[in-house]
């Protein structure tokens, strides 16, 4: 025999009856403001040739390396966590432009870096947690990273 209290409460969750949790509608709407509108997300690639590298590959060290790729640029980010902090060490290739910028971004924090002559940037003392990186070129789309966990 089923209980009826426990059939009443079963059609709720089905039908969508019961109310959301405050705290996931407040994380939904954070994350919905992190988006950047018409931009091309790189997503992640396996090991490649050219550096011992994959999505979430971690060296000797406690690095992890991670290789992205989309609209004709590549990501290469060495993560490193050390003292409770991230450090990003990273290369956008081919070389994006003088004018590239890029982002190092956490959901609370956004660190802006001109990418050097070889593609190069650095970002470091980032909370653990979720990352990405976003290319800005000038007259073409943002390319961003889709986000990684860095724990520590």
Same mark, same amino acid.
Not at 9 to 27: E, N, T
């Given at each position: 025999?089923?209980?009826?209290?426990? !059939? +009443?409460?079963? +059609?709720?969750?089905?039908?969508?009856? *019961?109310?959301?949790?405050?705290?996931?509608?407040?994380?939904? /709407?954070?994350?919905? %403001?992190?988006?950047?509108?018409? @931009?091309?997300?790189?997503?992640?690639?396996?090991?490649?040739?050219?550096?011992?590298? @994959?999505? %979430?590959?971690?060296?000797? *060290?406690? @690095?992890? =390396?991670?290789?992205?790729?989309?609209?004709?640029?590549?990501? *290469? +980010?060495?993560?490193?966590?050390?003292?409770? =902090?991230? *450090?990003?060490?990273?290369?956008? @290739?081919?070389?994006?432009?003088?004018?590239?910028?890029?982002?190092?971004?956490?959901?609370? =924090?956004?660190?802006? /870096? /001109?990418?050097?002559?070889?593609?190069? !940037?650095?970002?470091?003392?980032?909370?653990? %947690?979720? +990352?990405?990186?976003?290319?800005?070129?000038? %007259?073409?789309?943002?390319?961003?990273?889709?986000?990684? /966990?860095?724990?520590?």
């Amino acid at each position: 025999m089923i209980n009826d209290e426990y !059939f +009443l409460a079963a +059609l709720r969750l089905a039908a969508g009856g *019961d109310p959301m949790p405050a705290h996931v509608s407040v994380a939904a /709407r954070e994350v919905y %403001g992190l988006r950047i509108t018409r @931009s091309v997300t790189a997503a992640p690639v396996a090991e490649a040739a050219a550096i011992r590298t @994959s999505s %979430g590959t971690r060296g000797d *060290d406690g @690095s992890h =390396l991670v290789r992205f790729v989309a609209d004709g640029l590549t990501f *290469d +980010l060495e993560v490193t966590v050390g003292d409770g =902090l991230i *450090d990003v060490a990273g290369q956008v @290739s081919p070389y994006p432009g003088a004018d590239a910028l890029v982002d190092v971004r956490t959901p609370h =924090l956004t660190l802006t /870096r /001109r990418v050097s002559g070889g593609g190069h !940037f650095a970002a470091t003392g980032l909370p653990p %947690g979720w +990352l990405s990186v976003v290319c800005h070129r000038p %007259g073409h789309a943002a390319v961003q990273t889709r986000w990684v /966990r860095i724990r520590p």
